[in-house]
């Protein structure tokens, strides 16, 4: 095996496309590959798998949800770490994370993370902005951001790990 890292995302509006490049940025020889747009590449030329999703109205993403269900064998082989970028905190996004990916893939990451959220109004749908607002209250449909030291712990918990 080669000891390289494959980054697989899925996001909406851009913020966990945000966080796997900084993931990359910090891990050394590490290719990113968003699930929506690329063709998953063989898996067994990386020996590190870190997937990260958005989450929406509790759930991460299609093509996450997909491609655990299709790869979770293959991917319990693999050091495995699993990041989701919400803006829920506390128990809640706790509870979000542990039910985003497969249990058995839950159990198995080295390193499990939210990373915060990050809205860019520009990019959102009216219906998304309306949800927002549901749920986080009016004037904090900004998000509050991706965690730069959530993100920097989960490096190093895979690269020491």
Known sequence: MSNRTLIL???KYGCTEKAAFLL????????AVNLKYAK??????YDTVILGSSIYYGKIRKEM??????????LSGKRLGLFICAGMTGEKAE??????????LYKKAL???????????ER???????????????????????????????ARAMTVS
């Open 24 to 31: 990359k940025s910090r891990l050394g020889e590490a290719e």
């Open 95 to 104: 509870q979000e994370l542990q039910q985003a990916y497969p249990e058995v």
């Open 111 to 121: 390193a499990k993370e939210i990373l915060g959220d990050e809205i860019y109004p």
């Open 40 to 45: 998953v590449p063989a898996l067994a030329a």
């Open 124 to 154: 959102i749908s009216a219906l998304d902005k309306w949800v927002l607002r549901m749920v986080k209250g009016k004037g904090n449909e900004a998000g509050a951001g991706l965690s730069m030291n959530k993100l920097e712990g989960f």
């Open 65 to 74: 949800a997909a491609f655990t269900s299709k790869y979770g064998q293959e």
């Open 9 to 11: 995302y899925a996001g």
